[in-house]
């Protein structure tokens, strides 16, 4: 196994599946720690371990990652990456720099690079700033982010608040540098410093990055610098020729249930949009602390008895999101809806529902494990970044599209519904 990865989150998670499935290796795709003993990942491919811990406290983030880690490493990998949010997504404690601190630690690694761009989706980073469309982060929607609010679009500075002692070991690998090609670019590392916050506005920057930073035992980033990764080591002879990929799994028919914990900007046209022509029950925390559900049980089984494919959704704007966290807390107000739609997905599973779309990270971490999904086969995109995935539980083959908050357009559900067949 060429590569282990580790994702902080479940939509994350398929995110960088799908890239590297595009990037012609075998992708094996993990759902929560695995309990068993290390086997041996796929020959020259990748394996990725889905785990939840983006907005924990940093030593149980650090810990799970830990064990991702021993485990990868026994099952052969040769280089680890630490998969983050593309939009540098951080609590005020973590859990980018802790984790990636802990992970160099156990790997002895001495630098490693920081490359969340995803020029396809619109995130850039440039002089150490990112950039979320044509906004600097700080001025985007992610300003007011339900459980990470990006407040600051230095990522130099956002980083170093996170490494306690290591706090002036971060530097910066700049655009300017980076456009001159690997051999400026290595040059570049060996005068910087322990933690590398890397400029990447379009994907031949990230080729050049992987070209010139292939060879580091540990990478961290998003989905589009792990894609190019493969081609690096290509080019090395460190592994065979791009395959052709395995063919699509075949998707289960049968009834279908959107669910949304998501209240990112994108997500919140997806829902309205299609809200407008399905049925659609709106959760509200504050109700939930009340012990009022809106009667979902009843709703839903009435819905799908119909032929529908309802949403579900606890997706609001922010002044609502601001009015529970401060009537409720932050977390509670975040589980009561995460809880809710984790039981909406077993209930609906009880009722044979076998495709599920899903939007949101956290969401997504909530509702794959109460179905009790350990692994998933990466099938089609649907958008960038999202792909269908053919999961598993006690009751048979289920599809699964997991799509983060501000992926795809506003007629996405549909046409992921469309695209399932
Ligand atoms: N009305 C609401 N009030 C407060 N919190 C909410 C509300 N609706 C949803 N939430 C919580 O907001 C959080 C949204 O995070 P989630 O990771 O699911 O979405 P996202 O951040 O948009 O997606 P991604 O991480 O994939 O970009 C969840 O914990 C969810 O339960
Ligand atoms: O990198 C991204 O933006 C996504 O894969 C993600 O992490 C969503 O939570």
């Given amino acids: 196994m060429i590569l282990g990865c580790i994702a902080d989150d479940f939509t994350g998670a398929t995110d960088l599946a799908a890239l590297l499935v595009r990037a012609g290796v075998p992708v094996s795709l993990r759902i929560g720690l695995p309990s068993g003993p290390a086997i041996p990942g796929p020959a020259d491919g990748v394996e990725v371990v889905a785990l939840k811990i983006r ?31 593309s939009t540098f997504d951080s609590t005020a404690r973590g859990n980018i720099g802790p ?10 690694a001495r630098q490693t690079l920081y490359v969340p761009s995803f020029p396809e ?13 044509d906004q600097p982060l700080a001025e985007s929607p992610m300003k007011d982010h339900p459980l990470n609010p990006m407040r600051d679009s230095d990522l130099t500075r956002v980083l170093a608040a996170q490494l306690g002692d290591d706090a002036d070991k971060v530097g910066q690998l700049d655009w300017p540098v980076i456009r001159r090609g690997a051999r400026a670019i290595a040059e570049a590392m060996g005068r910087c410093s322990t ?10 920057d990230l080729a050049l990055l992987a070209q ?90 009435t819905q799908l008895r119909a032929g529908a494919v309802p949403i579900i959704h606890g997706t609001a704007e922010p002044a609502e999101v601001a009015a529970a966290q ?50 998933l086969r990466v099938g089609a995109e649907i958008a960038p970044g999202v792909p269908w995935c053919l999961g598993e539980d006690s009751a048979g083959p289920l599809a699964l599209a997991l799509k983060s908050g501000n992926f795809g357009d506003e007629g996405f559900f549909d046409r992921a519904l469309a695209q399932a067949g």
């Avoid at 810990?63 to 490493?73: S, V």
């Avoid at 619109?122 to 990112?130: K, T």
């Avoid at 933690?195 to 031949?204: E, G, K, P, T």
């Avoid at 997905?345 to 495709?355: C, D, E, M």
């Fill in 55 to 85: 907005s924990i406290p940093p030593d149980q983030a650090v810990a799970q990652a830990l064990a991702a880690l021993d485990w990868l490493r026994a099952g052969g990998a040769r280089h680890v990456y630490w998969k983050y949010c």
């Fill in 99 to 108: 984790v990636a601190q802990a992970l160099m630690a156990r790997l002895r």
């Fill in 121 to 133: 989706n619109g995130r850039r980073v440039f002089m150490g700033n990112m950039f979320v469309g």
């Fill in 195 to 204: 933690h590398v916050i890397c400029d990447a506005i379009d994907d031949s």
């Fill in 212 to 301: 010139a930073a292939h060879h580091l035992p540990l990478l961290t980033g998003g989905s589009a610098f792990a894609r190019h990764l493969p081609e690096a080591w290509r080019a090395a002879g460190l592994i065979g020729p791009a395959g052709g990929r395995d063919a699509l799994p075949v998707l289960p028919h049968g009834p279908a249930l959107v669910l949304s914990g998501s209240c990112s900007a994108m997500t919140r046209r997806q829902v309205a949009g299609y809200a407008a022509h399905a049925p659609a029950l709106k959760l509200d925390p504050l109700r939930l602390a009340a012990g009022d559900d809106g009667g979902m049980a009843d709703w839903l089984a």
């Fill in 326 to 375: 401060a009537a409720l807390g932050t977390e509670r107000a975040g589980a009561l809806v995460e809880d809710t739609l984790a039981r909406a997905a077993t209930l609906a599973r009880g009722l044979g529902v076998a495709r599920f779309v899903v939007a949101g990270g956290e969401t997504s971490g909530a509702i794959t494990g109460a179905l009790g999904v350990t692994a």
